[in-house]
């Protein structure tokens, strides 16, 4: 926590010997989490802003393919910036994650979402493959946090 309070402060050292959580990148610890910060928040913003515009007449669907797309795509390579993209090939396909990659990717995969939206022109069909898309992703990324997803699914059992 103390290295990403440098990193986020600009106090970063540089850590160019090239430890840490990627021995082989020759970016610095802080270049690393400021490339994540600026893929992560770019896709976001893409997303979100698709999503906003897919209600606009005439030419809202096919923007919010093209915006919505696009920030799944820099969402999902913004963890490459800290983890590499060979580890996060690597961890991507451990015993541990294997169907939440498989859903994520199949969901992702944005051929169901630009199919609705450029074949059948159905916004609310689009709308339920950008919810589906979310969770997926949402899914995915508990798999890397250390029981997450035993705990989210015991919520939902207690609530169920």
Do not use: H
Request: hydrophobic content about 50%.
């Amino acid at each position: 926590m103390d290295k990403l309070k440098k990193v986020l402060s600009g106090q970063d050292d540089g850590n160019a010997d090239g430890s840490g959580i990627l021995e082989a990148s020759t970016l610095s610890w802080g270049t690393r989490v400021k490339g994540f910060l600026i893929c992560f928040v770019l896709g976001v913003v893409c997303s979100i802003l698709g999503t906003c515009l897919l209600w606009v007449p005439g030419f809202g669907l096919a923007v919010f393919a093209v915006l919505y797309s696009l920030g799944n795509i820099c969402a999902l390579s913004s963890t490459m910036f800290l983890m590499g993209p060979c580890r996060q090939l690597k961890t991507m396909w451990a015993k541990e994650r294997v169907l939440a990659t498989v859903i994520m990717l199949v969901r992702t995969n944005n051929f169901s979402l630009l199919s609705v939206s450029f074949s059948w022109k159905n916004n609310g069909l689009a709308l339920l493959f950008c919810i589906l898309q979310f969770l997926a992703f949402t899914w995915y990324g508990l798999s890397y946090i250390p029981f997450a997803r035993d705990a989210i699914i015991k919520l939902f059992s207690l609530c169920i």
